[in-house]
């Protein structure tokens, strides 16, 4: 077998031996349960009429979904902050790599494996929240398949910054460095929204320089799109909705997700250099 498909192979072994996957899905069923009660109680509540729940329920799955992007991302740093720092001070990675198989393809194998945990905890999550926003009130977004997509590229984009950093620093240290980014990043876009509804120029800079850097609020905005239906894209195109940091007026441009396209193979490519000139 490849050495790449092999050391993938292990990861998820070892992560399912930690009962990481575990842990998460343990959690991510109990939100999911509490969102299930809060869903019913909105859609069946007689204090507001059913336009205004039909508007509700859309605005309440995204501070959902909102939130389970966070839980992504922490998953993320988490699985991938001690994935390389942990060996290399155990000394498992020398003993590793004195075969005939190379950093490169363990650092590659490693992160092939981490993606695929966390693509499947990502399917997970959208899969049992949508399908008991359905349950409840009816309600099914408008794409849900990429609305998961962008959810899981956020995760995959920390993910990736986080390997990068596992390969120079400790474990706490590379998962601290990894959430403050990431919650950097959504500050950031709150900056630019902020700015961009009250027209002051600076801040606005702020949140578009931010997604340039780090794409995760980019990518967020782009799961927020397909998470709305037409009828509430019309309510904030009528209020005026570019400062609302939960609402994106449109889809990705082409140009925007070619660069996240290069700034994960640009840190990939900096996590595999930053291996190979490390001594163990």
């Given amino acids: ?7 993938a192979a292990l990861t998820i ?6 009962r990481l996957l575990l842990a998460f899905v343990t959690i991510t069923v109990g939100m999911v349960g509490i969102s299930a009660w809060g869903f019913d109680r909105l859609s069946h509540t007689h204090t507001i009429t059913s336009g205004e729940s039909h508007l509700a329920v859309p605005d309440a799955l995204i501070l959902v979904m909102f939130m389970f992007s966070f839980v992504v991302a922490l998953s993320a740093s ?14 498992v990675l020398m003993t590793v790599v004195a075969r005939p198989i190379r950093r490169t393809e363990v650092l590659l194998g490693k992160w092939l494996g981490l993606a695929l945990l966390l693509a499947g905890y990502a399917g997970i999550v959208c899969a049992l929240e949508f399908g008991v926003v359905d349950w409840v009130s009816g309600f099914v977004p408008p794409n849900p398949v990429l609305a998961g997509v962008y959810l899981f590229a956020e995760g995959a984009l920390l993910l990736t910054l986080s390997l990068f950093l596992s390969t120079r620093m400790p ?11 990431f919650g950097a990043g959504w500050l950031a876009g709150v900056v630019g929204a902020l700015g961009s509804n009250l027209n002051i120029g600076a801040l606005r800079t702020v949140g ?17 799109y397909y998470l709305q239906p037409p009828s509430l894209i019309g309510e904030h195109l009528v209020e005026g909705g570019n400062g609302n940091p ?3 007026q449109g889809a990705l441009s082409w140009p925007y997700l070619l660069w996240v396209a290069c700034w994960f193979l640009i840190v990939l490519i900096a996590a595999v250099a930053s291996l190979e000139r490390r001594e163990l």
């Fill in 171 to 181: 474990a706490i240290a590379a998962g601290v460095i990894g959430v403050a980014v």
């Fill in 1 to 7: 077998m490849n050495p790449t498909l092999t050391i």
């Fill in 208 to 224: 578009q320089v931010g997604r340039i850097l780090l794409p995760t609020d980019g990518l967020w905005h782009g799961a927020i």
């Fill in 13 to 18: 072994k070892e992560a399912v031996r930690r």
């Fill in 78 to 91: 988490a699985i991938a902050s001690p994935s390389i720092s942990s060996e290399v001070e155990s000394g």
């Fill in 246 to 248: 939960f609402y994106a």
